[in-house]
């Protein structure tokens, strides 16, 4: 009875553990776009392009150049299921003083899509901002790899919108709760042990 009563504290215990949560920025550029995917065409489709980045690994290589490796996207074309791009180094990047920010993707940093907008000249990536409306930046690529199949964009709309919004993070356990929690279960199994001897 009384192991029970310890075992249940110590669960109340690493319930009420602290957590640090990471807070994370989702990117997301809206347009209206004509290609394929996976084979399909569509015409005239609203086309989404969602990011999501840690704004603790936004790097500048140089003055006004942001760019953040993003760890999720989605690509969503009205009429067709939700895909992810498969491609290396996906990213998001920005250059303030052309006024542009898109996604890029490979080890060249290829444009897939972007935004021109007079006010991007004081935005960093790393807050809340937008929407961005301006001039659509495209240039032509070879199809792009999604989880629907390839994605071959032939003409987006002349305008295109880009925002980005704070979102929760996956709660991390903070050092102090993993000790706890380590601490917690050698406990139980020095119960267990000790009650298998007796």
């Known amino acids: 009875m009384r ?3 310890m075992i249940l504290g110590l669960a109340l215990v690493l319930a009420d553990a602290g957590r640090a949560d990471a807070e994370y920025i989702q990117y997301t550029l809206r347009t ?61 990047g920005l250059d303030q003083d052309a006024g542009g920010v898109g996604f890029l993707y490979g080890p060249s940093l290829s444009p ?17 901002d937008g929407p961005f409306e301006g001039d659509t930046i495209f240039a032509p690529n070879p199809p792009l790899e999604t989880t629907a199949g390839s994605l071959i964009l032939l003409a987006p709309a002349d305008r295109s919108e880009f925002s980005s919004s704070v979102v929760a993070g996956p709660a991390v356990p903070e ?15 020095g119960l267990a042990r000790r009650r298998r001897r007796a």
Not at 58 to 82: K, T, Y
Not at 112 to 128: H, K, Q
Not at 178 to 189: D, E, F, P, Q, S
């Open 3 to 5: 192991s029970a009563a």
């Open 32 to 92: 209206t776009a004509s290609g394929s995917l996976g084979g399909r065409d569509f015409a005239d489709r609203s086309l989404l392009i969602v990011g999501y980045g840690d704004t603790s690994q936004i790097v500048s290589p140089s003055p006004g150049i942001f760019n953040l490796q993003l760890f999720a996207n989605s690509v969503i074309i009205d009429g067709f299921p939700a895909a992810s791009f498969e491609l290396t180094g996906l990213v998001v």
């Open 112 to 128: 897939i899509l972007g935004v021109a907008s007079r006010g991007l000249a004081s935005y960093d990536l790393a807050t809340a």
């Open 175 to 189: 050092p102090a709760s993993l000790a706890l929690a380590a601490t917690g279960a050698a406990g139980v199994a």
